[in-house]
């Protein structure tokens, strides 16, 4: 089974577990299309993607734009045909081990744990963004429709 979860901000990542391996893809509508249609075969593939919402003091513009690349991408499963599912972050991040209300260093902490070769970091070291919560989420849906 292929088990795909996507960050859908601004920054986000998109991220694949299959055949014992982590890849990542880095916010690319066009990239996020050609690697799903590259998976399109394969018998078994759930996709779970962050429920997100506007948050107080967030600008309308950065509002829509989050709000627009969400129902791309939820266009984007539907006609691929590909079985999604919004997940809320507090679902998934109980779900991986990490303490409430923790930031990005805390979340990517636990998830490097649960995936020591995963590439959460950059080459000078800086947290690359989206890919935590990408990987998480994917973990997510492995953990809750995984055998």
């Given at each position: 089974?292929?088990?795909?979860?996507?960050?859908?901000?601004?920054?986000?990542?998109?991220?694949?577990?299959?055949?014992?391996?982590?890849?990542?893809?880095?916010?690319?509508?066009?990239?996020?299309?050609?690697?799903?249609?590259?998976?399109?075969?394969?018998?078994?593939?759930?996709?779970?993607?962050?429920?997100?919402?506007?948050?107080?003091?967030?600008?309308?513009?950065?509002?829509?734009?989050?709000?627009?690349?969400?129902?791309?991408?939820?266009?984007?499963?539907?006609?691929?045909?590909?079985?999604?599912?919004?997940?809320?972050?507090?679902?998934?991040?109980?779900?991986?081990?990490?303490?409430a209300k923790s930031d990005?260093?805390?979340?990517?902490?636990?998830?490097?744990?649960?995936y020591p070769t995963a590439?959460?970091?950059?080459?000078?070291?800086?947290?690359?963004?989206?890919?935590?919560?990408?990987?998480?989420?994917?973990?997510?849906?492995?953990?809750?429709?995984?055998?």
């Open positions: 089974m292929v088990y795909i979860g996507i960050d859908p901000g601004a920054k986000g990542s998109m991220c694949v577990i299959g055949n014992g391996k982590v890849l990542f893809k880095d916010f690319d509508l066009k990239d996020y299309s050609s690697t799903l249609k590259a998976f399109l075969d394969t018998d078994e593939l759930m996709v779970a993607i962050e429920k997100v919402h506007a948050m107080p003091g967030q600008g309308v513009s950065s509002s829509f734009s989050f709000g627009q690349r969400l129902g791309e991408l939820e266009g984007m499963l539907t006609a691929l045909q590909i079985p999604y599912e919004l997940v809320a972050p507090k679902d998934w991040q109980k779900a991986c081990g990490i303490p990005k260093k805390g979340i990517a902490s636990v998830i490097q744990k649960l590439e959460l970091y950059g080459n000078k070291g800086g947290l690359r963004d989206g890919r935590s919560d990408a990987l998480g989420l994917a973990h997510f849906i492995r953990l809750k429709y995984g055998r």
